[in-house]
């Protein structure tokens, strides 16, 4: 038997029946001034009379025993179209409000705005002010505070999402740009790049700047032999001096190797004889695997910072006689492609 309930003595029938009607009027009366100034409706003094007794009360004589109390005790009150309250101070709190505003009054308390239960119930927003101010709903603060952490929750909710579906594309560890990430799932870039795993970053390919791939090849041809009446032989050296100090206009010189294949391939093509550049041997002393794979080792390196900018300061540690960071660029035209070749799957078609 739970503890505060109310045993029945044996006896006939009537006794029991009589018994039953007063203790359910004890434990009606006791749920009522457990909880002062709060009305109560029958439905929840039928509950708390339940949880008091021992014995399955019936509904009619919790009815029965609340209005009895109203008309024999003092400070009971009937509050509303049928809820009940003890007022220890003689005064009858308000009625509680209808179901219907109760429900609109949780929305409001969860950061919903007025618009927005309006439209659940098919009211005005200015209907649903009036019924808040009514029955004592949420203040602005609250609400506020609710409409924030409501906003961040969506965020995280949507957030993790983006993120499983960035997780989802790169399962096959192939890196990939935002755009191209995007175009697969269908989700916005904007998003796609604010929730990118950072513990998938070195799979992160940054898109080509527009301006290294406007070049067309008859503006390449043009730039190269305008390059060569400054300077003839034409070494890549001079060429780029020529770029940087806006005597021609033209791709840049990894453009143009990722283009034609080679510096001296691309002058030939233009007509142009190609000069020797001092330090050509330097950059034969590695092929594309060997760098491909010194690139890798910094990508999958958990203490590096997998930034382009931050790979020779890497690799005078880990890796001293390796290529330098120009080295990996003009050999594979750019810092993207390096890391597309370095985290290739093994097995691919053009590995």
């Known amino acids: 038997m ?27 009366e006791k749920a009522l001034r457990t909880r002062p100034d709060e009305p109560l409706s029958l439905a929840a003094l039928y509950e708390a009379a339940f949880d008091l007794v021992d014995f399955v009360p019936t509904e009619n004589d919790v009815s029965l025993a609340a209005r009895a109390l109203v008309t024999t005790r003092e400070n009971f009150f009937r509050v509303g179209q049928g809820a009940y309250a003890w007022a220890p101070d003689g005064t009858p709190p308000p009625p509680p409000p209808p179901a219907r505003v109760v429900a609109m009054m949780e929305l409001r308390r969860s950061g ?20 808040m101010r009514k029955h ?52 916005a870039s904007e998003d796609m790049a604010r929730c990118w795993p950072d513990d998938l970053a070195h799979l992160r390919l940054w898109a080509t700047t527009a301006p290294e791939n406007r070049w067309s090849d008859e503006e390449i041809m043009d730039a190269m032999r305008a390059a060569a009446v400054y300077e003839y032989p034409l070494t890549s050296k001079a060429y780029t001096a020529l770029l940087a100090v806006g005597q021609i206009t033209g791709p840049s010189v990894p453009r143009i190797g990722q283009r034609y294949g080679s510096w001296t391939a691309a002058c030939e093509a233009a007509g142009v004889e190609p000069g020797r550049t001092v330090r050509s041997h ?27 900018h931050r ?20 050999r594979f035209g750019s810092w993207t492609e390096a890391k597309r070749r370095a985290l290739k799957p093994t097995g691919s078609e053009d590995e």
């Open 2 to 28: 739970p503890i505060g309930t109310t045993h029945l003595a044996a006896g006939g029938p009537r006794a029991n029946a009589s018994q039953r009607r007063r203790a359910t009027a004890e434990a009606v």
């Open 136 to 187: 004592g709903g949420p203040d602005a603060a609250s609400v506020r505070q609710a409409q924030i952490e409501r906003n961040r929750s969506e965020e995280h909710a949507h957030g993790m999402s983006v993120s499983a579906a960035i997780r989802d594309v790169l399962a096959d560890m192939n890196p990939r740009s935002v755009e191209e990430v995007a175009t697969l799932t269908g989700i």
């Open 282 to 308: 330097y950059q034969s002393k590695w092929n594309d695997k060997d760098i491909a794979d010194i690139v890798r080792q910094y990508l999958l390196d958990p203490s590096a910072p997998n930034s382009a």
């Open 311 to 330: 790979f020779d300061e890497w690799r005078r540690v880990n890796v001293p006689d390796g290529p330098s960071f120009q080295t990996v660029r003009n």
């Open 112 to 131: 919903r705005t007025l618009d927005e239960i309006g439209k659940v119930f098919g009211i005005t927003r200015e209907r649903v002010r009036q019924l």
